[in-house]
């Protein structure tokens, strides 16, 4: 039998879906219209001989767009980790299931998040845990779906904003990299939609992950949730809480400088925002809320692949247009950031990796 407590987090769960459904993005833009990639009118590179692929943690992937964390422990999760299960396949897609923490205090939830896998036998699939996860629930969350990774989620604004959230802080970064010390799976460090500075981000790499989600504000906005749950809107000046995603991915990769990985989430909406997240240095990007609300319709599946298909076209498209044939070409090319987020970059002294990517030139130029 379920305890008071864990009925409780199934309710705030299924709550959790149905205001990401209706509050769509919320917040400031994640500032993709400040990054300009320069076309190449005359590409060497067929269409046909591009390549998506990338490397996650030192695991291949087809293409670098991750289904991200989103949802299990509740009844209504499971025919949505089925859904999403079986687009990522179709798609070869890497796919995060939502916090595990439910299934860990009431087994019988178990079956909600296991669905991702078994649907999805030669997927790679990535466990999720919040903050303060001991070594031995982080193994269970990976057991529990048969995972190549670990996602450790770091939401201390949203906890904030909840009545029933955490209030103890200290001692998280020791926890993560006791997880990172003995568990042999790699581990990502993620925000959820208020952004990492390079401060922190460096401490997570001191840590021990492997890969950094970067979880920036200009998507899905966890405040707004949470306010909408208590049936209040959210004061703006919250709602712009955080830092826009193009700002803490320019603050994480200046910062982590190819130490690990970096994955840009947050308000990633469309191919163009994919090829400048990966043009900046971006590993891979993440993407939730719209996938969601596409699986949530009656035609859910049918949908989301629709929408993953025309995606897949265009960032191949884009690829030949700036004359790349992969990704490690395109990160040869020149990328020019402006508007805030330059005035941002130059304030916090991120100026001069700024500047290096607007001079970024193709090989042999
Ligand atoms: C309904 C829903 C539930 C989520 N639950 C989790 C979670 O359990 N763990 C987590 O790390 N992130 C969770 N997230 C955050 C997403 O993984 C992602 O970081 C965030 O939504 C920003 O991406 P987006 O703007 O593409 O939605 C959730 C997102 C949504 C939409």
Known sequence: MPDSEEVLRQLRKAEHLAAVRGLGDRGPSPGFEDVALVPNCAPEVDWTEVSLETTLCGIRLPSPLI?????G??????????????VAR???LAMAVGSQRAALGDPSVAPTYAVARREYPEGVLIANLGLNAS????????????????????NVAQELFMAEGDRQFRGAM?????????????????????????????????AG???????GAGGTNFLAVEAWRRG???DPEWERWGLPTVVTLSEVLATVDGAVDVIASGGVRTAHD??????????????????LRLVSEPDGEARAEQFLAALHRDLQTLLVLTGSRNWQALRQRPVVVRGDTAAWLDARGFGAWRLRLARRHPPGA
């Open 67 to 71: 289904i991200n964390a989103m949802t």
């Open 73 to 86: 422990g509740h009844p209504e999760a499971e025919a949505i980790n089925r859904r999403l299960a079986r």
């Open 90 to 92: 179709r798609f070869g």
């Open 135 to 154: 070594v031995a629930e982080a193994r269970a969350a990976i057991a529990l779906i048969g995972a190549q990774i670990l996602q450790i989620h770091w």
């Open 174 to 206: 020791d926890a993560l990299a006791s997880i990172c010390a003995e568990v042999p799976q790699p581990v990502i460090a993620k925000e959820v939609g208020q952004g990492i500075a390079g401060p922190e981000a460096w401490r997570f790499v001191q």
């Open 209 to 215: 992950v492997r890969a950094i989600d970067v979880g």
């Open 232 to 234: 209040e809107s959210l």
């Open 274 to 291: 994919v090829v400048k997240a990966m043009a900046l240095g971006a590993t891979a990007v993440g993407m939730a809320g719209p996938l």
